[in-house]
């Protein structure tokens, strides 16, 4: 969780390939492009139920990005997750949490900010993924603004 450019996707896809080398199945799910595809056949239930159990069933699910782009600011300048991704995230989250699935998840946001968006989402999150939970702070640990010109 955190910090722009720290590594979150680069130790998240390193923690599904050793789970792969040992012929564990991961999902991997780009928020930013994979969320628009569930919401796109939110009215069609036969597709919807297709797309959204890509996500609940997968043995790991990788979730990379989470809420990125799915918020905006209200008038009073909080910071809010908009309804259909809530809706959308939290069935996924919600039927793993239930079901004990493994999830893998970053995010530019820390927990706090999950919880804020959503508790139900937020505390499931925690719980699953509870001692195993990195939040990174700090520009300095931006490795691609950081990083020495070669």
Not at 5 to 22: C, D, R, W
Not at 63 to 74: S, Y
Request: glycine fraction near 6%; include cysteine; proline fraction near 1%.
């Amino acid at each position: 969780m955190g910090q722009v450019g720290s590594g979150k996707t680069h130790l998240s896809i390193a923690i599904a390939n050793e789970l792969m080398k040992k012929n564990i199945g991961v999902w991997y799910m780009q928020y930013r492009e994979d969320m628009p595809k569930v919401k796109q056949v939110a009215n069609d239930e036969i597709s919807y139920a297709k797309e959204m159990n890509k996500y609940k069933r997968a043995k790991v699910l990788l979730i990379d990005d989470l809420f990125k782009k799915a918020t905006f600011r209200n008038r009073l300048g909080k910071e809010i997750l908009n309804d259909a991704d809530a809706r959308a995230i939290f069935e996924i989250i919600n039927y793993r949490y239930i079901n004990n699935a493994p999830i893998i998840v970053s995010s530019e946001y820390f927990m706090k900010d999950i919880l804020e968006f959503d508790e139900g989402i937020g505390s499931r999150i925690i719980e699953m993924c509870k001692g195993h939970i990195l939040e990174i702070r700090g520009i300095e640990s931006n490795y691609r603004l950081n990083r020495k010109t070669l």
